[in-house]
């Protein structure tokens, strides 16, 4: 855990530095450069911002800014003015559930709580967003576990919470934040596989 965590401080301090010597701004690593801060701001553990974000918009180990997931189809853009123009064009054509950003923030359940869908494509935004909210969940809920089933899906679909819980468990194991557990393992074994032990 602290391997990965220390990787990706030393990705954010190399992106940051090459930037500012090239004189233009970076969007390579933004995600996981504002996870490190809002972990550290909201004290949300940075393992599980991280894990949550992998299996939001991770695409072939990567995070995405300009990522969204338009009524359950990844949409994956180059740059900021293409991720809008494709936002635009899904709610002319009537889109309602779009995912935004770093952590996949919906605008339809949270976009109220941003000055403009553009502040939901702003990694900070997006990021700090996504820390408070999982915090306000562990808050409610009591563990981190509970809180990333929520951050997911609403409090009556046990079936999508627990599929979400263990693609998050998942990731953040294949990041090297954990390893499984017995109660994990048991809990995200299939149904058929558990009946037969």
């Not at 338009?70 to 900021?80: I, L, N, T, Y």
């Not at 494709?86 to 339809?108: E, P, T, W, Y």
């Amino acid at each position: 855990m602290a391997s990965l965590a220390a990787s990706l401080i030393a990705v954010a301090a190399t992106s940051i530095c090459e930037a500012h010597a090239e004189g233009r701004p970076t969007s390579s690593n933004i995600c996981e450069r504002e996870m490190i801060r809002a972990s550290n701001e909201n004290a949300v553990p940075l393992a599980v911002l991280y894990a949550v974000a992998l299996t939001e918009t991770g695409q072939k180990g990567a995070l995405n800014a300009f990522a969204m997931n338009v009524e359950g189809r990844a949409v994956f853009s180059a740059d900021f003015r293409e991720a809008m123009m494709r936002f635009l064009a899904a709610k002319r054509s009537g889109a309602v559930l779009i995912d935004i950003g770093c952590m996949q923030v919906n605008h339809h359940y949270h976009g109220a709580r941003f000055a403009s869908v553009e502040a939901m494509f702003d990694p900070r935004a997006n990021v700090d967003y996504a820390a408070r909210f999982l915090k306000d969940l562990h808050k409610r809920e009591g563990t981190w576990t509970s809180a990333v089933a929520r951050y997911h899906a609403g409090p009556k679909n046990a079936p999508a919470q627990k599929s979400y819980v263990c693609a998050v468990i998942a990731n953040m194991i294949a990041s090297g934040f954990g390893a499984w557990t017995d109660a994990s393992r048991d809990f995200c074994r299939p149904r058929r596989e558990a009946a037969s032990r």
